[in-house]
């Protein structure tokens, strides 16, 4: 199974703020990779596809980059509504599998 | 609008068995892989099985293989979870979700999952 591996684990960051989370595949998985915005309650949210892509509705302060083993989740301009759990995901192959999660919190 | 609800959560004992339905509506099931994600308390997002449009194919992670067994019906517009030989560490809040193409190049197609429920909660105890 490909693991993959986020940090920090936690963040505490400002409104304004840039801030980015990083993910780690334990192998190569080309960009077959997504990040995903969880708030306690509610379903998760897609926000980026194949590492760089944005999802539709997505506001462009979210971006993605990486290919191969590194990957990067960047949030600039940090707005109150981002406070979150953010999962990167590996859909290069099943079983399907997440990084542990990056909770964003509000300094 | 794109809509998936889930049912069929509850409590249960260790041992027992719990079947999950996920309820569709907004898009042609029958053309999408769907999938079940998974989410135990304080923990983060597991996979745990997803089903080709036909159900012709499945795939599960290793932890429920031989217990739960994923299924669909496409003249309901329903997808399904059959867990068998439920166990405490089963207890989570289970996602149903569609396995979306967001587009292809060079013969590889990526995807993801772009639609959740807003999940049904399982717990296992005595």
């Known amino acids: 199974d490909i693991q993959m591996t986020q940090s920090p684990s936690s963040l505490s960051a400002s409104v304004g703020d840039r801030v980015t989370i990083t993910c780690r595949a334990s192998?190569?998985?080309?960009?077959?990779l997504n990040w995903y915005q969880h708030k306690p309650g509610t379903a998760p949210k897609l926000l980026i596809y194949?590492?760089?892509s944005l999802q539709s509705g997505v506001p462009s302060r979210f971006t993605g980059s990486g290919s191969g083993t590194d990957f990067t989740l960047s949030i600039s301009s940090l707005q109150p509504e981002d406070f979150a759990t953010y999962y990167c995901?590996?859909?290069?192959?099943?079983?399907?599998?997440f990084g542990q999660g990056t909770k964003l919190e509000i300094k | 609008e794109v809509q998936l609800v889930e049912s069929g959560g509850g409590v249960v004992q260790p041992g027992g068995s719990l079947r999950l339905s996920c309820a569709v509506s907004?898009?042609?099931?029958?053309?999408?892989?769907m999938s079940w994600v998974r989410q135990a308390p304080g923990k983060g997002l597991e996979w745990v099985a997803n089903?080709?449009?036909?159900?012709?194919?499945?795939n599960y992670v290793d932890s429920i293989k031989g217990r739960f067994t994923i299924s669909r019906d496409n003249a309901k517009n329903s997808l399904y979870l059959q867990m068998n030989s439920l166990r405490a560490e089963d207890t989570a809040v289970y996602y149903c979700?569609?396995?979306?193409?967001?587009?292809?190049?060079?013969?590889?197609?990526?995807?993801?999952?772009?639609?959740w429920g807003q999940g049904a909660l399982v717990t296992v105890s005595s």
């Open positions: 979700a569609r396995d979306w193409v967001g587009y292809c190049s060079g013969g590889s197609c990526y995807g993801a999952f772009d639609y």
């Open positions: 995901q590996q859909s290069y192959s099943t079983p399907y599998t």
């Open positions: 089903i080709k449009q036909d159900g012709s194919e499945k």
């Open positions: 907004g898009f042609t099931f029958s053309s999408y892989w």
């Open positions: 192998q190569s998985i080309s960009s077959y």
């Open positions: 194949a590492a760089s």
